[in-house]
């Protein structure tokens, strides 16, 4: 893939930015270079996974502090499945640099609630690399 180019032609800026479509979970995104996928890294953090990380971290501790006896119990007071609470609690099994990637906004394009609740491996280099973290889990420049 080639970088972007910009040109100016009778008074017209154009910005050419090569790129590849690919599936990924039923969905097409897009592939953008190296550079222009580096900037985006700079984008605003997904609120629905931070959302669902802050309720696997609140339901974990309610049970943690003896607030509900179990999952079930905390369902039924929450009036939701079950399964759903159990696939949003794991989520706090997640590898902290997985986390501290959503959090800043840094996650692959392809990851979003309902690829979190597939399962997952359990060892944490083997998330970083089920989720597509291999070149993306640097911390974000100081």
């Not at 180019?5 to 590849?20: E, F, K």
């Not at 943690?64 to 794991?90: C, Q, T, W």
């Not at 590898?95 to 979190?116: E, N």
């Amino acid at each position: 893939m080639t970088t972007p180019r910009i040109s100016l032609q009778n008074d017209v800026i154009s910005i050419r930015v090569p790129i590849s479509l690919r599936r990924h979970g039923g969905k097409k995104h897009m592939i953008l270079p190296d550079a222009v996928q580096e900037a985006a890294r700079l984008r605003k953090p997904d609120e629905t996974l931070v959302r669902a990380l802050a309720k696997a971290r609140h339901w974990q501790g309610q049970i943690e502090a003896g607030e509900f006896r179990s999952l079930d119990a905390l369902a039924m007071h929450k009036k939701i499945n079950p399964s759903y609470v159990s696939r949003i609690i794991r989520l706090n099994q997640l590898a902290p640099a997985i986390k501290l990637a959503i959090l800043d906004g840094r996650q692959p394009p392809s990851m979003d609630v309902q690829t979190l609740q597939r399962p997952f491996p359990d060892l944490w280099h083997e998330q970083l690399a089920h989720f597509g973290f291999e070149h993306r889990v640097s911390p974000p420049d100081a």
